[in-house]
């Protein structure tokens, strides 16, 4: 026997709306982490103080190669979560794809901006002039919708820096791509690609509001994007305190050892010179 009532059943949504919130909640899971690796990645651009850590260290290949893993994770990861097409994608671009169909469109009206169930209680009056509030906010939101969806399309989707990214990710996610130039293997690299840092954070910039927006109108959900450059900050301000602390220590170690060395050869070489030269 079925002991789901009724109208439990009515508001549930159906299949392409419920895919497409599950989507959308997904974006805003795994967006804040990628607005984390740029924040480290810039910090660790921008500090001087761990370039000086690095120096005279043999640790500055590590630097590199970690700096050019999460540089590419980022790619990968914007490539991924904004303009992957293939349908079982969870990407901005099929979020938009999905908000086109007026088959979505409808589902929204009924399952997100529909009427909340009126109580015994409430004044009739009153639970018109709020469905008609409610149906007010519903148009006005599909009227904007198809202009939003364009500007989306143009500063994220269809970009110039679009193409580059997704250029730098399939090359960097063809591992197994190798060419053969003569007697010598070459992995395939990102040489000759233009792509700057400063580039790709007015992209990461879009992007975002991006994801905002579809939070909004899918879930009719605010999330504190606004609040995450200060969280992230503070977390690459203390990451990158505690590599110039341990650097600064090893430096420091070294030239301990280095010091201490550097006395017992003195000392070996004042006790045999005395072996040799004994004093009269």
């Known amino acids: 026997m079925d002991s789901e009532p009724q109208e439990l059943k009515a508001n549930r949504p159906t299949s392409e709306l419920a895919r497409l919130q599950i989507l959308v909640r997904h974006l805003l899971d795994v967006w804040p982490r990628v607005l984390q690796r740029r924040e480290f990645l810039r910090k660790m651009a921008q500090s001087e103080a761990l370039r000086e850590a690095f120096v005279q260290t043999y640790a500055g290949h590590v630097f590199n190669a970690m700096h050019g893993a999460l540089s590419g994770d980022l790619v990968r990861s914007i490539g991924a979560y904004i303009l992957d097409r293939n349908s079982r994608s ?41 469905e008609r509030l409610q149906n007010a906010e519903f148009t006005s939101i599909i009227v904007g919708l198809p202009a939003e969806l364009r500007e989306i399309q143009r500063t994220v989707i269809d970009a110039p820096m679009a193409k580059i990214v ?37 992209y990461i910039d879009e992007c975002t509001k991006a994801v905002d927006k579809l939070s909004h109108r899918v879930l009719r959900h605010a999330h504190s994007f606004g609040d995450q450059p200060e969280i992230d900050q503070r977390y690459a301000d203390e990451y990158i305190e505690a590599l110039v602390n341990g650097l600064t220590q090893q430096k420091q ?17 004042a006790s045999t010179s005395t072996e040799i030269f004994p004093k009269t």
């Open 166 to 202: 997704e250029e730098v990710r399939n090359k960097l996610i063809a591992h197994a791509a190798i060419e053969f130039d003569g007697k010598n293997w070459k992995v395939w690299t990102i040489g000759g690609t233009q792509l700057t840092y400063s580039q790709l954070d007015c």
């Open 253 to 269: 170690e070294r030239e301990r050892k280095r010091q201490e060395n550097l006395r017992q050869t003195q000392e070996l070489i």
């Open 90 to 130: 969870v990407s901005v671009a099929r979020a938009i794809t999905a908000l086109r169909k007026p088959s979505v469109i409808a589902q929204l009206q009924v399952h997100v901006y529909g009427m909340v169930p009126r109580t015994q209680s409430e004044n009739p009056a009153t639970a018109a002039a709020i």
